[in-house]
């Protein structure tokens, strides 16, 4: 009886990227309580308590303060879920589920960009339900355009933080990488000028401000309304998502030689 060589076994396409797997990934993702949290809840409560508040109608931009502030909640609530989409890799080495994968001809690559697509339908959701509450509250005002344009720029800046989920999930075991993304998210927000202007810190804090991860995508989400986006804002997205893709990428070797 002849034998198969593992050695000359066909490398599947595309490294094993394939839609089924990412339907897959997505169906798998949606079936878990605490994505709905993130995923749709926490958004929809998020916008419910802040949009609409009193002094929103002033003018900012080429829209108002309720816009400023509905496009701050998307991109944050967006980066919220897609780092954890990217730190599910933590319970899926936690239960072995990593491990298996490992074993099929999928290419590490192919297992990172179906997290990074998997991150951007979850952080493309909760960007959608923050803008449906927005409208139906009816406060803030800006063009369509000018909304468009920055739900699609909050979504694409949400890549960093799929990065820096899968980086965390590789670094810490199981449930503790949301115990630590959670309130890390919600701190750099504060301190990046998420949802509080900048100019309202004073100088230390503003100065410590630009050097976190939020700033920069923070600036380039709300350019399209604010009609500001200062070169340094552009190199700290650019730069932080360097780092989380190399930390990601370096962690994952780690973790594959040891198969």
Partial sequence: ?????????????????????????????????????????????????????????EKAGSGNVGAYILISIALYAAALTSAASGAMVALERATGWSRQLRLTPLNPVAYILVKALLALAMGGIAIVVVNLVGV???????????????????????????????????????????????????????LGGVFIPLDTYADVVRHIAYWTPMYGVAEISRAPLTHELPWYAVVNAVVWLAIFIGGAAWRMSKDTARV
């Fill in 1 to 57: 009886m002849s034998t198969i060589d593992p050695t000359t076994r066909r490398v599947p396409p595309l490294g094993g990227f394939n839609p089924t797997l990412l339907v897959i990934e997505l169906r798998r993702m949606l079936r878990n309580r605490r994505t709905i949290v993130f995923t749709l809840l926490m958004p929809a409560i998020l916008a419910l308590i802040f949009v609409g508040q009193d002094g929103w109608d």
């Fill in 136 to 190: 139906v509250e009816g406060k803030p005002d800006m063009p369509v355009g000018v909304w468009i344009a920055s739900g699609v720029l909050a979504l694409v800046c949400t890549v960093t933080f799929a990065a820096l989920g899968v980086f965390v999930g590789y670094l810490v075991p199981g449930e503790n990488a949301m115990q630590i993304l959670g309130p890390g998210l919600a701190a750099l927000s504060f």
